[in-house]
């Protein structure tokens, strides 16, 4: 039985899900860079950089210092960018990128918590639009992402309606919790990150998956369960009864993965920078 998770449950609890190297294997906005490429967005070299970002993102972790660059990078980066070429691009790609990377130890962990009777529910830095169509293929009840403004030419304004991240995610379970009636004391949570600290700190069983070293340290000080995700798998073959979003919901992802790619793209140039 995975994570300690227990056959039962009271009403009204829930499972919170970070998303990127929690439940699927990569970047879920990094994932998007080839299809970005192809699509005219960026160049050969961004789409080079991006590549090299997703090794950093796989082999470590990002400091608060680090995040709060990348999202004025992303901002800068993204304004003016037509939205609807973004989610053309991402209608025709999202599911074939993503499906293949979830965790099948987080999809079997999804399962047992809906079993139990709990919600589940997905807290990530990514963008809304593309959180909530994966979402939509785990089988989450809900979830909470970061929110881009999209003015009324269709292009990004280049701010941020609403940043997931740190103490804004704990903010937010606090806040579902109170209007869905959870009991955080018998909920569960589930990252890979130190940032996500308060998040965990807010339920009564958190989880440390693939941590980074930071978060290992304080999961084993505390003795929070650490465990282990590497077998990705595809999910129409995972969970064959969920089947794929429909296409207008894939178009919709395409604001969130292309803004968060650009944050994560800055972060490649100054990696490149520092050991230059």
Same mark, same amino acid.
């Given at each position: 039985?995975?994570?300690?998770?227990?056959?039962?449950?009271?009403?009204?609890?829930?499972?919170?899900?970070?998303?990127?190297?929690?439940?699927?294997?990569?970047?879920?906005?990094?994932?998007?860079?080839?299809?970005?490429?192809?699509?005219?967005?960026?160049?050969?070299?961004?789409?080079?950089?991006?590549?090299?970002?997703?090794?950093?993102?796989?082999?470590?972790?990002?400091?608060?210092?680090?995040?709060?660059?990348?999202?004025?990078?992303?901002?800068?980066?993204?304004?003016?960018?037509?939205?609807?070429? #973004? /989610? !053309?691009?991402?209608?025709?790609?999202?599911? +074939? @990128?993503?499906?293949?990377?979830? %965790?099948?130890?987080? =999809?079997?962990?999804?399962?047992?918590?809906?079993?139990?009777?709990?919600?589940?529910?997905?807290?990530?830095?990514?963008?809304?639009?593309?959180?909530?169509?994966?979402?939509?293929?785990?089988?989450?009840?809900?979830?909470?992402?970061?929110?881009?403004?999209?003015?009324?030419?269709?292009?990004?304004?280049?701010?941020?309606?609403?940043?997931?991240?740190?103490?804004?995610?704990?903010?937010? #379970? /606090? !806040?579902?919790?109170?209007?869905?009636?959870? +009991? @955080?004391?018998?909920?569960?949570? %589930?990252?890979?990150? =130190?940032?996500?600290?308060?998040?965990?700190?807010?339920?009564?069983?958190?989880?440390?998956?693939?941590?980074?070293?930071?978060?290992?340290?304080?999961?084993?000080?505390?003795?929070?369960?650490?465990?282990?995700?590497?077998?990705?798998?595809?999910?129409?073959?995972?969970?064959?009864?969920?089947?794929?979003?429909?296409?207008?919901?894939?178009?919709?992802?395409?604001?969130?993965?292309?803004?968060?790619?650009?944050?994560?793209?800055?972060?490649?140039?100054?990696?490149?920078?520092?050991?230059?």
């Amino acid at each position: 039985m995975l994570g300690g998770v227990d056959s039962h449950s009271l009403p009204r609890t829930a499972a919170f899900f970070d998303l990127d190297k929690t439940v699927i294997a990569k970047s879920s906005t990094l994932t998007f860079s080839k299809s970005f490429y192809q699509g005219g967005l960026i160049n050969r070299r961004t789409a080079l950089r991006t590549a090299y970002a997703q090794f950093v993102f796989l082999a470590g972790g990002l400091d608060h210092d680090q995040m709060e660059r990348m999202r004025e990078y992303l901002s800068a980066l993204c304004r003016g960018w037509n939205v609807q070429q #973004v /989610k !053309e691009i991402v209608a025709e790609t999202l599911h +074939d @990128l993503i499906d293949p990377i979830i %965790y099948d130890e987080a =999809a079997s962990l999804i399962e047992e918590h809906h079993t139990a009777g709990r919600d589940v529910v997905i807290v990530s830095t990514s963008g809304a639009e593309v959180v909530e169509p994966i979402g939509e293929l785990l089988g989450a009840d809900r979830v909470v992402a970061t929110r881009m403004v999209v003015g009324d030419d269709g292009r990004f304004t280049g701010e941020v309606e609403y940043y997931a991240y740190g103490p804004t995610k704990a903010e937010a #379970v /606090k !806040e579902l919790a109170e209007s869905e009636g959870y +009991d @955080l004391d018998r909920c569960y949570a %589930y990252s890979d990150s =130190a940032t996500d600290l308060p998040m965990l700190e807010t339920v009564g069983h958190p989880h440390a998956v693939n941590p980074d070293r930071a978060l290992r340290r304080e999961a084993l000080a505390r003795g929070w369960p650490v465990l282990d995700f590497h077998r990705p798998v595809r999910l129409k073959q995972r969970l064959p009864s969920l089947s794929a979003p429909p296409r207008p919901v894939l178009v919709a992802a395409a604001i969130g993965a292309a803004a968060a790619t650009a944050g994560l793209m800055w972060y490649a140039n100054r990696r490149r920078g520092s050991v230059a």
